[in-house]
């Protein structure tokens, strides 16, 4: 699955172990999803979500079919307590209902269309077979893809989905991505993750940030939680205090036309154990030029688009 995977064992090490015949055996899988995070990741968001609807079991076919490396999907948690993907905090973009997730049970929410919306808003990509589709939980895309698959999950919106980070952990749990290697939990609430690692401090973390220039003055940028400074004023030891938890960082790279970090950015991130994932890029040119820049993902709607500049 893990395409890109390189194992970067120091040569000597992997000489003698392999010389040995032990090979690799006694790398952890959690500790091999580590290293896989040191190559490059294609990080299928909302999965190929630009030729199907999002969160959508279409999408996430697609996005394993053709190899993503990471199923990027967004948990809330229904009035019921059931977990499923849906990004928006209001449902009335991508179905055919109103409202919040956690106002509604799940078998309210699995009576709505989450596809027709696609092909009004999409009419190249539209496809009659998306009519009808229906909310996702978590439990059926582990149930489709099990362990075949890697799945990186933020905890959407945490104050107005009480109860998610237990749920989530739970099921986690239950179907093994755990200690498998099969989980990254990202979110932009810092409390969020520390929540998350506090019920299993093994589940690899990734702190999303948001950089746009403060209202105050607009030459500086800032973060949207405050969990780091700026771009330009940021320090290792702002670095060192998310590396402390996250195994990575996700962020932006556009505010409204304007890049908001640098290779300088990614380069201090690195040398502080963090790896950088973009999100969400789409074009070709823009990806590539993000992989000149050394990043170690992107998220985008089109890991078709991505996967080709990998090869
Ligand atoms: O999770 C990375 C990226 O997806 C964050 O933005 O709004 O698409 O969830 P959003
Ligand atoms: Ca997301």
Same mark, same amino acid.
């Given at each position: 699955m893990?395409?890109?995977?390189? /194992?970067s +064992?120091?040569?000597?090490?992997l000489?003698?172990?392999?010389?040995?015949?032990s090979?690799?055996?006694?790398?952890?899988?959690? $500790?091999?999803?580590l290293?896989?995070?040191?190559?490059?990741?294609?990080?299928?968001?909302r999965?190929?979500?630009?030729?199907?609807?999002e969160?959508? *079991?279409?999408a996430l $076919?697609?996005?394993?079919?053709?190899?993503a490396?990471?199923?990027?999907?967004?948990?809330q948690?229904?009035?019921d307590?059931?977990?499923v993907?849906?990004?928006?905090?209001?449902?009335?973009?991508?179905?055919?209902g109103? !409202?919040?997730i956690n106002?509604?049970?799940?078998?309210?929410l699995k009576? +709505?269309?989450?596809?027709?919306?696609? =092909?009004?808003?999409y009419p190249?990509?539209?496809?009659?077979?998306?009519?009808g589709t229906?909310?996702l939980? +978590?439990? @059926? /895309?582990?149930?489709?893809? !099990?362990?075949?698959?890697?799945?990186y999950l @933020?905890?959407k919106?945490?104050q107005?989905?009480?109860?998610?980070? $237990?749920?989530?952990?739970?099921?986690?749990?239950?179907?093994?991505?755990i200690e498998?290697?099969?989980?990254l939990?990202?979110?932009?609430?810092?409390d969020?993750?520390?929540k998350?690692h506090?019920?299993?401090? =093994?589940?690899?973390?990734?702190q999303?940030? %948001?950089?746009?220039?403060?209202?105050?003055?607009?030459?500086?940028?800032?973060? %949207?939680?405050? /969990?780091t400074?700026?771009?330009?004023? &940021?320090?290792?030891k702002?670095f060192?205090?998310?590396?402390?938890?996250?195994?990575?960082?996700?962020t932006n790279?556009?505010?409204?036309? @304007?890049?908001?970090i640098?290779?300088?950015f &990614?380069r201090?991130?690195?040398? =502080?154990?963090?790896? /950088?994932?973009?999100?969400?890029?789409n $074009?070709?040119? @823009? *990806?590539?030029r993000? *992989?000149?820049?050394?990043? =170690?993902?992107l998220?985008?709607n089109?890991?078709?688009?991505?996967?080709?500049?990998?090869?």
């Amino acid at each position: 699955m893990q395409r890109h995977a390189i /194992v970067s +064992l120091p040569l000597g090490l992997l000489a003698g172990a392999l010389a040995s015949g032990s090979a690799l055996a006694d790398i952890t899988p959690l $500790e091999q999803q580590l290293k896989d995070l040191e190559s490059f990741q294609v990080i299928a968001h909302r999965g190929a979500s630009g030729h199907a609807p999002e969160s959508s *079991m279409a999408a996430l $076919e697609l996005a394993r079919e053709w190899g993503a490396d990471y199923l990027e999907l967004d948990v809330q948690i229904t009035s019921d307590g059931e977990l499923v993907a849906f990004h928006d905090d209001d449902i009335s973009r991508t179905s055919n209902g109103e !409202g919040s997730i956690n106002e509604h049970t799940l078998a309210e929410l699995k009576a +709505l269309d989450t596809g027709a919306w696609f =092909n009004d808003a999409y009419p190249d990509q539209a496809d009659e077979a998306f009519e009808g589709t229906q909310i996702l939980k +978590l439990d @059926e /895309v582990f149930e489709r893809f !099990g362990h075949d698959a890697r799945y990186y999950l @933020e905890t959407k919106s945490p104050q107005l989905n009480p109860g998610l980070e $237990e749920a989530l952990v739970a099921m986690l749990e239950k179907y093994d991505m755990i200690e498998s290697g099969h989980v990254l939990i990202q979110s932009f609430e810092q409390d969020s993750l520390l929540k998350v690692h506090a019920l299993n401090e =093994n589940v690899p973390l990734i702190q999303l940030v %948001w950089y746009y220039p403060s209202d105050d003055d607009t030459s500086r940028l800032v973060e %949207w939680t405050g /969990v780091t400074p700026g771009p330009e004023e &940021i320090t290792d030891k702002d670095f060192q205090k998310v590396a402390d938890y996250a195994a990575g960082i996700g962020t932006n790279f556009i505010y409204e036309g @304007e890049q908001v970090i640098d290779d300088d950015f &990614i380069r201090q991130a690195n040398e =502080n154990d963090l790896r /950088v994932h973009v999100y969400t890029i789409n $074009e070709t040119d @823009e *990806m590539g030029r993000l *992989m000149e820049m050394g990043v =170690n993902g992107l998220f985008t709607n089109y890991p078709d688009r991505l996967l080709e500049l990998t090869k």
